[in-house]
């Protein structure tokens, strides 16, 4: 049993042999049952957004290709997963559209933009992972088209304006499309009950639904097979949203998926809810940053950075646990402000940027724990432990290896960890997480 470590102050992913200690067995159990099957894995990944490519832009092909490979190659990361912003979002430059003003034609539609700076990142990752799989949702409509006039604060998307938005969502598939990249799967609004200081547009279930509608017959109309998502909002309103949207039975048939984030509220058991009540539809987190840690003016920062590292990886570990499929971070990768970002909010990305050279923060090996060993098409396996603080998930890969991940967030303890009638008496470090393979 092959065993990579990180723990607090003792480095990052450190390849050892798990030796099993002789003894009497701990009381502590960690037990695996490669018998009881549930959800297949689908992949991980992060988003290609305006700051993250002008930041790797301004670095220079050398830093770009570090972060590519560090992210998306098999030996860094392993990413098959991608998510990209249509228009601007707070994380790019200032309310960008792809039309001239008023313009209700879209004869002036034009991705030119994105093509120049976004594409050529989008490219490279897929060269780096040879299968990338791609989302994208809009964090506003033109200010045109809502009430507000505005893509700023919320405000609405004019009814009047459903057809003609489908029809920018799908020319925006189609040009990407046309460019060499495959937008697999859509939604129609990021976060579409939070009204926002940057974009942002709100929509009601009812409204939400309507557009897929929408949305499906414009890209029905121009012969894309894009799939469309639901939701993209945070894990507390999942469960209510979901319930009403497939309410309508012909929004249920269209949609393919359920996006969450992990903003504000951590019932993971929200997830299961959804799989017990939708089955069919694939679930996934669609987001998920946090406030850069070198922006506390009290505090140990690198103690802060390893526990934003430590909920990155008890999160993926209670989603997953609770029949989540996928997992894409949000920024790339940002400036050492935690940038840019035309509101000043701020986040960290697992790689920054500190003018020189490029900082791999906790949160890049947690993840790597998971993402670099549970392969695309694993499925989970039961797991279970009872102490606080402690926590595990398993995968059965398709070559036949069982992954392990377990992070002890407490001080050093014996464990015993058991797959199927394999006793495994183990010591885990203090502040750690550690990936088994068997």
Same mark, same amino acid.
């Given at each position: 049993?092959?065993?990579?470590?990180?723990?607090?102050?003792?480095?990052?992913?450190?390849?050892?042999?798990?030796?099993?200690?002789?003894?009497?067995?701990?009381?502590?159990?960690?037990?695996?049952?490669?018998?009881?099957?549930?959800?297949?894995?689908?992949?991980?990944?992060?988003?290609? *957004?305006?700051?993250?490519?002008? /930041?790797?832009?301004?670095?220079?092909?050398?830093?770009?290709?570090?972060?590519?490979?560090?992210?998306?190659?098999?030996?860094?990361?392993?990413?098959?997963?991608?998510?990209?912003?249509?228009?601007?979002?707070?994380?790019?430059?200032?309310?960008?559209?792809?039309?001239?003003?008023?313009?209700?034609?879209?004869?002036?539609?034009?991705?030119?933009?994105?093509?120049?700076?976004?594409?050529?990142? !989008?490219?490279?990752?897929?060269?780096?992972?040879?299968?990338?799989?791609?989302?994208?949702?809009?964090?506003?409509?033109?200010?045109?088209?809502?009430?507000?006039?505005?893509?700023?604060?919320?405000?609405?998307?004019?009814?009047?304006?459903?057809?003609?938005?489908?029809?920018?969502?799908?020319?925006?598939?189609?040009?990407?499309?046309?460019?060499? /990249?495959?937008?697999?799967?859509?939604?129609?609004?990021?976060?579409?009950?939070?009204?926002?200081?940057?974009?942002?547009?709100?929509?009601?279930?009812?409204?939400?639904?309507?557009?897929?509608?929408?949305?499906?017959?414009?890209?029905?109309?121009?012969?894309?097979?894009?799939?469309?998502?639901?939701?993209?909002?945070?894990?507390?309103?999942? !469960?209510?949203?979901?319930?009403?949207?497939? @309410?309508? @039975?012909?929004?249920?048939?269209? !949609?393919?998926?359920?996006?969450?984030?992990?903003?504000?509220?951590?019932?993971?058991?929200?997830?299961?809810?959804?799989?017990?009540?939708?089955?069919?539809?694939?679930?996934?987190?669609?987001?998920?940053? /946090?406030?850069?840690?070198?922006?506390?003016?009290?505090?140990?920062?690198?103690?802060?950075?390893? #526990?934003?590292?430590?909920?990155?990886?008890?999160?993926?570990?209670?989603?997953?646990?609770?029949?989540?499929?996928?997992?894409?971070?949000?920024?790339?990768?940002?400036?050492?402000?935690?940038?840019?970002?035309? !509101?000043?909010?701020?986040?960290?990305?697992?790689?920054?940027?500190?003018?020189?050279?490029?900082?791999?923060?906790?949160?890049?090996?947690?993840?790597?724990?998971?993402?670099?060993?549970? #392969?695309?098409?694993?499925?989970?396996?039961?797991?279970?432990?009872?102490?606080?603080?402690?926590? @595990?998930?398993?995968?059965?890969?398709?070559?036949?290896?069982?992954?392990? @991940?377990?992070?002890?967030?407490?001080?050093?303890?014996?464990?015993?960890?058991?797959?199927?009638?394999?006793?495994?008496?183990?010591?885990?470090?203090?502040?750690?997480?550690? *990936?088994? /393979?068997?």
């Amino acid at each position: 049993m092959i065993v990579y470590t990180s723990k607090k102050g003792g480095g990052y992913l450190v390849k050892t042999e798990a030796i099993s200690q002789s003894g009497i067995l701990p009381q502590t159990v960690i037990l695996i049952d490669p018998s009881k099957t549930y959800q297949t894995h689908w992949g991980f990944g992060a988003s290609f *957004t305006e700051s993250a490519a002008a /930041v790797l832009r301004d670095a220079g092909e050398q830093i770009t290709a570090e972060a590519v490979a560090a992210l998306f190659s098999r030996e860094g990361n392993g990413y098959t997963l991608g998510r990209l912003h249509i228009n601007s979002c707070d994380f790019s430059s200032p309310c960008r559209m792809y039309l001239a003003e008023h313009d209700e034609t879209l004869a002036s539609f034009d991705l030119s933009y994105d093509k120049n700076l976004i594409v050529p990142l !989008v490219k490279a990752a897929e060269r780096a992972c040879g299968n990338l799989f791609l989302t994208a949702a809009p964090w506003s409509p033109p200010a045109f088209m809502k009430d507000n006039r505005s893509m700023l604060r919320g405000g609405k998307l004019l009814k009047k304006y459903y057809p003609l938005w489908a029809e920018y969502l799908a020319a925006y598939v189609g040009e990407m499309q046309k460019c060499g /990249v495959k937008i697999g799967a859509i939604n129609v609004q990021n976060e579409p009950e939070a009204l926002q200081p940057w974009e942002s547009c709100l929509y009601t279930a009812s409204e939400e639904g309507e557009m897929i509608k929408e949305l499906a017959c414009a890209l029905k109309a121009r012969g894309l097979d894009t799939k469309i998502a639901a939701v993209d909002h945070n894990r507390d309103i999942l !469960v209510n949203r979901a319930v009403q949207l497939f @309410a309508d @039975a012909e929004v249920r048939s269209l !949609v393919w998926g359920l996006a969450y984030h992990w903003y504000g509220c951590a019932r993971h058991t929200n997830l299961a809810q959804i799989h017990a009540l939708y089955p069919e539809k694939r679930l996934y987190l669609s987001e998920c940053c /946090v406030e850069y840690a070198l922006k506390e003016t009290e505090g140990d920062a690198e103690e802060l950075l390893w #526990r934003h590292g430590e909920r990155y990886g008890r999160e993926i570990i209670e989603d997953f646990n609770n029949y989540s499929e996928g997992w894409i971070d949000f920024n790339m990768a940002l400036d050492a402000q935690g940038g840019p970002n035309h !509101v000043g909010n701020y986040c960290e990305a697992p790689l920054m940027f500190d003018g020189e050279k490029l900082r791999y923060l906790p949160s890049y090996y947690f993840i790597g724990h998971f993402s670099r060993f549970i #392969r695309p098409k694993a499925v989970r396996l039961f797991t279970a432990c009872g102490e606080d603080g402690l926590y @595990a998930t398993a995968y059965r890969n398709q070559d036949g290896s069982i992954v392990a @991940a377990v992070q002890n967030e407490g001080g050093e303890r014996a464990v015993n960890l058991r797959v199927g009638t394999r006793n495994h008496a183990l010591t885990l470090p203090a502040r750690s997480i550690q *990936t088994f /393979v068997l």
